[in-house]
């Protein structure tokens, strides 16, 4: 069955990095993303990569797949008490099917 | 601006009304969808619309009712059926069903006293 699970919460110091970390179950996702979601708030699409792909870099972030253990990561360079906020992964098994979540991780940063 | 809108902010009704939360996007998205929110639960599907005048039933359509009159609105109605309405209710939009890139709206918390 469809499964995306990931660790509760995760806690840094400002100016360290961050990894997120996201595991999967169905072989046959396309798309994998990381949405932000800051208290109150609507989710902002981070980034995506799509399943054919090992890695992609954008700004501070990066992603990086393991399709053979279905795990995806989201590293956070110099972390900041703006990062501060709840991640979620998601995933998508191609055009026609919906997002599925996972329950999203906590991230508290400290200065 | 493009985006999505939700209202209200918050809401609050009392046990056996029926509530209708509103959703309306100018991103021409084809692709809507109504997401519930729980502590601890993640994001559940709760309907979705992926054209004019039609919708489908997601992972826990039970008490709740959608239409998709119009491409820009796609309404919930949170019905008394609902055994447990309270949580945090997100829309969010995309230019086709599936399509990259889901863009949300900033949600409406909803409270049932």
């Known amino acids: 069955g469809e499964d995306v699970e990931q660790s509760l919460f995760l806690s840094v110091r400002e100016g360290d990095s961050s990894v997120i970390n996201c595991t999967y179950t169905?072989?046959?996702?396309?798309?994998l993303y990381w949405y932000k979601q800051e208290p109150g708030a609507g989710l902002q699409l981070l980034t995506y990569i799509f399943s054919n792909m090992d890695m992609k870099q954008d700004q501070r972030l990066t992603v990086l797949l393991n399709k053979k253990d279905k795990h995806l990561s989201l590293r956070i360079a110099d972390t900041q008490t703006g990062d501060s906020a709840i991640y979620f992964c998601?995933?998508?098994?191609?055009?026609?099917?919906?997002?599925?979540f996972g329950k999203g991780t906590t991230l508290s940063v400290s200065s | 601006d493009g985006g999505i809108t939700q209202s209200p902010k918050y809401l609050f009704r009392k046990e056996g009304q029926n509530v209708t939360l509103s959703c309306e996007q100018n991103l021409n998205h084809d692709a809507m969808y109504w997401y519930r929110q729980d502590p601890g639960q993640g994001l559940r599907l709760i309907y979705y619309?992926?054209?004019?005048?039609?919708?489908q039933k997601g992972d826990i359509a039970e008490g709740y009712s959608v239409s998709r009159e119009k491409k820009e609105s796609f309404p919930l109605t949170v019905t008394s059926a609902q055994k447990n309405p309270t949580a945090f209710y997100l829309c969010?939009?995309?230019?086709?069903?599936?399509?990259?890139?889901?863009?949300f709206g900033p949600g409406t918390r909803l409270t049932v006293l």
């Open positions: 969010a939009s995309s230019t086709q069903f599936g399509g990259v890139g889901k863009f």
């Open positions: 998601a995933e998508t098994l191609g055009a026609g099917t919906a997002l599925i």
């Open positions: 619309s992926q054209i004019v005048n039609d919708f």
């Open positions: 169905d072989s046959s996702s396309t798309y």
